[in-house]
Each structure stands twice: as structure tokens, then as C-alpha cells.
């Protein structure tokens, strides 16, 4: 199957071209910062960007969204959403 953008600069704005599953850790960084979450089934998530300052709480996060936000850590402490992918 032919790629039209394969030769296109990738950019955060992009879309995601793979995704990796999430497992909410306190300590743990994510691998890599990706571009978005996808939230499978919804709730409060707590993360932190990429930026690293601080730690902010995203409540009532509804099932199937996806947030535009570049996070560094997802913590298990405060998390009840799950089935969270990491867009890349």
C-alpha cells in the first residue's frame, strides 16, 4: 500500500502513526513523550507534560477521548481511566 506522506516531516500537530498501551505507574516515566492519550474507558487521569512542572488532574476525561497533551508520566495514585493508549 502506497504512503503519500511517508517522505513528510513528522510534527506533534501530525497524526499519530502508531500507538503504545499505557500502564499508569508513580515512579515511572512513559518510554517515549508522545503526541496525544486515547482514553479507552474514561474517568480522572493524573499526569505530567512533558514540560515537567507538576503534576495536573484531568477529571470526568470521557470513554474514547483523546488529549492533545504531551505527557511525560501517567500516575497510577488518582488514576481511574484505563485502556489508555499513547499516541506517537
Same mark, same amino acid.
Given at each position: 500500500m502506497a504512503d503519500q506522506f511517508a517522505n513528510s516531516a513528522d510534527a506533534v500537530? #501530525?497524526? #499519530?502513526t502508531r500507538a503504545a498501551a499505557?500502564?499508569?505507574h508513580?515512579?515511572?516515566a512513559l518510554a517515549d513523550i508522545p503526541k496525544a492519550l486515547y482514553v !479507552? =474507558? !474514561?474517568g480522572t487521569i493524573v499526569m505530567r507534560g512533558a514540560s515537567g512542572v507538576g503534576d495536573q488532574t484531568w477529571k470526568n476525561v470521557p470513554n474514547g477521548a483523546i488529549l492533545p497533551f504531551r505527557a511525560a508520566y501517567v500516575r497510577a =495514585? !488518582?488514576?481511574t481511566a484505563s485502556d489508555i493508549l499513547a499516541l506517537y
Open positions: 500537530s #501530525a497524526p #499519530a499505557v500502564s499508569p508513580d515512579v515511572n !479507552g =474507558t !474514561g =495514585t !488518582g488514576t
